[in-house]
């Protein structure tokens, strides 16, 4: 979540009363039987026998602190892993090629040339160029959709491609067992601003009749889904800027309860247009670095003054053990859990005590089966405002109180903002660094804040084994969100 304003916010603690306490303290109360307390069969106990009680429930308080071995998913049919990546990005359709562009610490912020940006306030963004759409498709359908939809299909045709999920294959497949969930902070921006223009300047006789199923948000699952035949779950969530961890969260629920085999999943967005860049200079959001925009996304840096938009499209194939395995698939990498929560605190605005974001992490990594030891790297959401940044950092720490192995970078810092896309782009970003064993750069790191005692990876990549990796996507309107990836280990 992008913060405009710093904020303040206090929690209210519920004390048990004495009597509650009082039990509590010499264990003679009661168990919890189905949320009821059921009381112990009484006995008389003497001094003695009372210091033995105490005495025991000291040892067993002291041995509870030793937490037991987290236990991961081991059912075929429930453990998911990752078969296939595609994206559209400022650098390229390629996944290679962009994490390579990451890895070498290339920006790819510059000044906005698809409109005449002169009179704004904030002249730049991650702008996508030269995108080309050709061989997924057609070109009849290219020119009528909004670039949202256009770069969800090739994104999400790409990914079915690396996952050997083409057309042909997917003919002799059970297609509703495969679903199709691309989520969007934004939906189809340009087709909702033009048919807007043409009701004020022309009347509602001249609004093309694709206005409205090119605008809302669920098309680009629909698009897919009708291009390939797919007919598993289809629909798509809209959380802000958490939107594609929240797919990739509802998605691996799908599999898990059996309700498909295999599922089509990220984020989508294109709103580097002029509604969408004013929109979100009004909110007071977005860095105005107009004269170094190549400097302006810097997470973690005491000079950053706000986030610096993108666009693009990050989607995943996520397939159950037992279906990858039946086809022989390539197994990228595992996901092993994920969670969603809710700040109830601000529209746009993180709780500057972290809470929400704390306990998504925590959540997460118990539906992961993974205890905090085990996480050595960190795709932080990290978007380059000022209560931001430290607001997730703060909630870092208290899930990791021994940061001194752990990795963390920014890969909005080169990127820029994608919005809905986001969470799509990072899980990638986060899968190529267990990959290939390198971290890409947090860049302009270069007068870092005092209280990020986390490495940032600053300006140059670093060579890191990650053992367990997490990616944080957060929302206005305070959604949380983390998933959780691994090496894949049969």
């Keep these: 979540m992008a913060a405009i304003t710093g904020c303040s916010c206090s929690t209210s603690t519920h004390l048990f009363g004495n009597k509650n306490l009082l039990r509590n303290e010499l264990g003679s109360s009661g168990v919890h039987s189905n949320g009821l307390i059921r009381p112990f069969e009484t006995k008389q106990i003497g001094s003695a ?58 920006s790819g912020i510059s000044l906005i040339d698809r409109f005449d940006a002169s009179p704004f306030s904030v002249r730049f963004a991650g702008q996508i160029r030269k995108f080309s759409s050709e061989g997924y498709i057609d ?12 770069y969800c299909l090739v994104a999400g045709k790409r990914a079915l491609e690396d996952a050997n999920l083409g057309t042909e294959t997917l003919e002799t497949m059970d297609r509703s067992k495969i679903g199709v969930l691309v989520g969007t902070g934004m939906g189809g921006l340009t087709a909702f601003s033009s048919g807007v223009e043409s009701l004020l300047q022309k009347g509602y006789k001249k609004i093309t009749p694709f206005f409205i199923p090119y605008s809302i948000t669920n098309m680009g699952s629909a ?30 629920n799908h599999i898990r309860r059996g309700e498909a085999d295999i599922m089509v999943v990220g984020g989508t967005e294109a709103a580097i247009i002029p509604i969408g860049v004013g929109g979100f200079i009004a909110c007071r959001a977005l860095s105005q670095r107009n004269g170094e925009p190549q400097k302006a996304s810097r997470p973690w840096d005491r000079d950053r003054d706000g986030f610096v938009m993108g666009e693009g499209s990050g989607v995943l194939v996520m397939e159950s053990l037992e279906s990858a395995t039946k086809r022989g698939a390539n197994i990228i990498a595992e996901y092993l859990g994920g ?9 746009t605005d993180p709780r500057s005590d972290g809470l929400g974001v704390s306990s998504c992490i925590k959540k997460s990594l118990e539906d992961a089966g993974v205890s905090p030891e085990e996480v050595n790297y960190i795709n932080a959401h990290a978007t380059s405002t000022l209560a931001g940044d430290l607001a997730e950092v703060n909630a870092i720490k208290k899930v990791f109180k021994n940061t001194s192995e752990i990795k963390m970078n ?10 809905g896309a986001a969470g799509g782009l990072e899980a990638i970003a986060t899968i190529k660094a267990i990959t290939t064993g390198w971290l890409h750069p947090t ?13 940032t990876v600053p300006n140059v990549k670093k060579q890191h084994e990650v053992h367990v990796g997490i990616s944080n996507s957060f929302g206005f309107g305070g959604h949380n969100s983390v998933v959780v990836f691994a090496p894949f280990k049969p």
């Design 49 to 106: 026998r009372a210091k033995s009680v105490l005495k025991s429930r000291q040892v067993r308080a002291m041995a509870s602190r030793i937490p037991s071995a987290p236990k991961r998913e081991s059912d075929p049919k429930k453990r998911i892993v990752i078969t296939g990546m595609g994206l559209v990005s400022v650098f390229g359709n390629d996944v290679d090629t962009f994490y390579n562009r990451l890895l070498e610490g290339e």
């Design 139 to 150: 070109g009849k359908n290219d020119r009528r959709l909004d670039d949202c939809w256009r």
């Design 223 to 252: 698009l897919l889904a009708i291009d390939t035949g797919l007919m598993g779950p289809n629909y798509s969530i809209s959380t802000a800027c958490a939107t594609a961890n929240y797919c990739f969260y509802a998605a691996a």
């Design 339 to 347: 969670a969603v929560t809710c700040d109830a605190h601000h529209m």
């Design 410 to 419: 920014g890969t909005k810092s080169m990127i820029g903002h994608g919005l």
């Design 443 to 455: 860049i302009n790191q270069d007068n870092l804040e005092s209280d990020v005692t986390i490495d």
